[in-house]
Nanobody, 125 residues
């Protein structure tokens, strides 16, 4: 019942910035914690960031902490991930996910019911 569409990925040089967006359709977006995950070639999906429904809580993987900011605009049904000082290791397909179970912002992929199709981020060295 929830559809998520990511955008904002692209090709950037190391040190550059991108802002990823995830637009949600469906009801009660404002009640869903949202997360960002990524999957690089040859690696398993990993947690990037998460945000609670009211933005009171945010979480970041150590690999992006200090150079990434997650935010949301519930009026626009959209969650964002601002990524600065990008590194080649950030290259991955980035997915947003919605927790419709009511767990809250989580680092665990199984706590999210709905997933977007992903947006490719490629960082060249």
């Amino acid at each position: 019942q929830v559809q998520l569409v990511e955008s904002g990925g692209g090709l950037v040089q190391a040190g550059g910035s991108l802002e990823l967006s995830c637009k949600a359709s469906g009801h009660r977006f404002y009640t869903y914690a949202m997360g960002w995950f990524r999957q690089a070639p040859g690696k398993e999906r990993e947690f990037v960031s998460a945000i609670s429904w009211n933005s009171d809580s945010t979480y970041y993987a150590d690999s992006v902490k200090g150079r990434s900011t997650i935010s949301r605009d519930n009026d626009k049904n959209t969650v964002y991930l601002q990524m600065n000082d990008l590194k080649p290791d950030d290259t991955a397909v980035y997915y947003c996910a919605a927790d419709t179970y009511g767990v809250g912002a989580s680092v665990e992929s199984y706590d999210y019911e709905y997933w977007g199709q992903g947006t490719q981020v490629t960082v060249s060295s």
